[in-house]
C-alpha cells in the first residue's frame, strides 16, 4: 500500500534550521506532485510548499517564501523541506502529501503521511 512517511522534525530556536524528509513507498514516485502543509493547534490545514514530478516546478506560500525550500530525488523516492529562520509561528505538524499533478489545495491530495512535529522556541 502507499506510505508517505515523515521526519526530521523537532524542537529548535528562533532562526535556527530544520530539514524535513517525506519517505514515498507503494506508488509510483516520480509520477506524483508532491506537496508540504502544516497545521498549528486551533487552525485549519495550511500550504506550504509543492513541487512538480519533475522537480521542475515549485511553489512556496508567501509566508514561507525565502525561507522555506521544497526539493524531491525521484531516484530515492524521497521530497524535501529545507526551513531556515525558523520563527515561533513555524511551529506546527507538517505533513507531505501526494497529488496527481502540482497544486496547493489540501483536498486534491490523494495520499498523506502521519505528519512530524515541528516546534520553534522564541
Known amino acids: 500500500q502507499v506510505q508517505l512517511v515523515e521526519s526530521g522534525g523537532g524542537v529548535v530556536q528562533a532562526g535556527g534550521s530544520l530539514r524535513l524528509v517525506c519517505a514515498a513507498s507503494?506508488?509510483?514516485?516520480?509520477?506524483?506532485?508532491m506537496g508540504w502543509f502544516r497545521q498549528a493547534p486551533g487552525k485549519e490545514l495550511e500550504f506550504v510548499a509543492c513541487?512538480?514530478?519533475?522537480?521542475?516546478?515549485?511553489e512556496h506560500a508567501d509566508s514561507v517564501k525565502d525561507r522555506f525550500s521544497i526539493s524531491r530525488d525521484n531516484g530515492k523516492n524521497m521530497v524535501y523541506l529545507r526551513m531556515n529562520n525558523l520563527k515561533a509561528e513555524d511551529s506546527a505538524v507538517y505533513y507531505c502529501?501526494?497529488?496527481?499533478?502540482?497544486?496547493?489545495?489540501?483536498?486534491?491530495?490523494?495520499?498523506w503521511g502521519q505528519g512530524t512535529q515541528v516546534t520553534v522556541s522564541s
Open positions: 507503494g506508488l509510483p514516485f516520480s509520477l506524483w506532485a
Open positions: 502529501g501526494a497529488r496527481r499533478g502540482i497544486g496547493f489545495v489540501p483536498h486534491e491530495y490523494s495520499y
Open positions: 513541487i512538480s514530478r519533475s522537480g521542475g516546478d515549485m
